[in-house]
């Protein structure tokens, strides 16, 4: 007699993000399949939140009180990873992918947590060692935007079913898309001021033709 095989047990929240720091591949594509949005949503809120507290100085700020900068983080971070969210699902399905957005939106959550915790501990980490500190941090810094890249390659790989080298394509079509659009956005009061330019000429020209009373 055939026996099923038994469905792999879903991980509790703590495996996941033990494995999201340790195992990254197989946390986040646990992650994906488990679909815990809610925690993803804590993650992308909470950590931001924390964070602009702990990075806040008087002259190197938004506002004049810390909690004033922790309400912006709370407001623009989720907003922002919303839209890049939802630009690599779309761009990964023109790359062959089939996974779905809660699964994307899941694993990338996870997989912003453990560079921005450790961004965030780098700070009072460096604090104390003045100038030295302030190199230290920019190594990290550096270190962690790295870590962060590739965390997000493994979450579209992961939830999206694809290859190393998609997940790669997906990413730099992503910056490539994002630059055209803030060059795009830089450029509009240019191209519009040429536009009306041109318009203006040709409508001279066309009022001086020959012919033409």
């Not at 790295?146 to 493994?154: E, N």
């Not at 990413?171 to 191209?191: D, Q, Y």
């Amino acid at each position: 007699m055939q026996t099923r095989p038994r469905p792999t047990p879903a991980l509790s929240i703590g495996d996941l993000i033990w494995q999201a720091f340790f195992s990254p591949a197989e946390g986040l594509s646990r992650a994906a399949r488990q679909q815990p949005i809610g925690w993803a949503i804590a993650f992308i809120v909470v950590i931001p939140f924390i964070y602009a507290l702990v990075a806040w100085t008087p002259h190197k700020s938004f506002f004049d009180a810390p909690w004033k900068d922790a309400l912006l983080a709370v407001v623009i971070t989720p907003l922002v990873f919303l839209v890049s969210s939802a630009m690599l699902h779309w761009i990964s399905w023109f790359f062959g992918g089939r996974g779905s957005y809660p699964e994307l939106f899941s694993a990338l959550g996870f997989a912003s947590m453990p560079p921005a915790l450790f961004q965030t501990l780098l700070i009072k980490l460096t604090e104390p060692w003045g100038d030295l500190g302030e190199v230290l941090k920019m190594l990290g810094d550096i270190g962690t935007f790295i870590w962060g890249l590739v965390l997000s390659v493994l979450a579209v790989r992961e939830a999206h079913g694809l290859s190393t080298l998609q997940a790669i394509g997906i990413e730099v079509t992503f910056v490539v898309v994002v630059v055209g659009l803030v060059l795009l956005w830089a450029l509009a009061p240019i191209l519009a001021l040429l536009s009306i330019l041109l318009a203006v000429i040709t409508l001279a020209l066309w009022f001086s033709a020959p012919g033409r009373r």
